[in-house]
């Protein structure tokens, strides 16, 4: 099991996208926006992981909730699975709830799912297969 | 930059390195007591990084605090540099403040320091430089 990503929730895109690439020496990868979660990405490229920038684009969004009055948060760690399905039925017989029970499309045209937080204890935690 | 590890922190190390180990299917890599931080920390495997589970050990500790009620909760990112020292000097040209002024030791035998939340708009970012 790899890191494929890390989300990080930002108030600001432009300005968090600033401060990696000039302060950090961070490559700017890709920037799209993810219509059903209604979120702007900024990817970062790192190793064979990303660093995702996430720009909620609605007050009301779960996203801004989370975010509160904090300029950036760390937000959800993701998994890089090479079945998707596979390890959701996995997950499912182990009595992990999902959040997403089938995969949906995430950035980079990848495949992702959301486990339950009360399943994780917790941590918000998302199970990504490639393109 | 590569992502040396997510810092995750928990509640009960034993519980949550066995969600990981048996739900998700991760290898513990180490386990170790860091005294400077007085922190009991889990590495789990994860390609060429890690995820480190955070137990502290004291509860009057800045971690208890940010733990508060949850059971886990994501705490820092770490990016993994060649020199610190150098990487350090570079941030503090730049007017990045640190937290550690000068590397200190952290988790298998790497030299860490972390910048200032004040610095990164909020996120707890380290630098770390593998021994």
Chains 1, 2 share one sequence.
Do not use: M
């Amino acid at each position: 099991l790899e890191i494929d990503h890390v989300g990080i929730l930002v108030a600001d895109l432009d300005r968090a996208v600033r401060f990696h690439v000039e302060a950090l020496g961070f490559t700017e990868s890709f920037r799209e926006f993810v219509a059903d979660q209604d979120v702007e990405i900024a990817g970062l490229c790192a190793g064979e992981s990303y660093v995702e920038l996430l720009r909620a684009q609605s007050d009301d969004s779960p996203l801004t909730r989370f975010l509160g009055q904090a300029q950036t948060k760390l937000h959800h760690i993701a998994y890089r699975v090479a079945d998707l399905r596979a390890a959701l039925a996995e997950c499912s017989s182990r009595g992990i709830a999902a959040i997403d029970e089938s995969p949906r499309r995430g950035a980079r045209n990848s495949l992702v799912a959301f486990l339950h937080p009360k399943s994780t204890n917790g941590v918000l935690i998302e199970l990504c297969q490639r393109d």
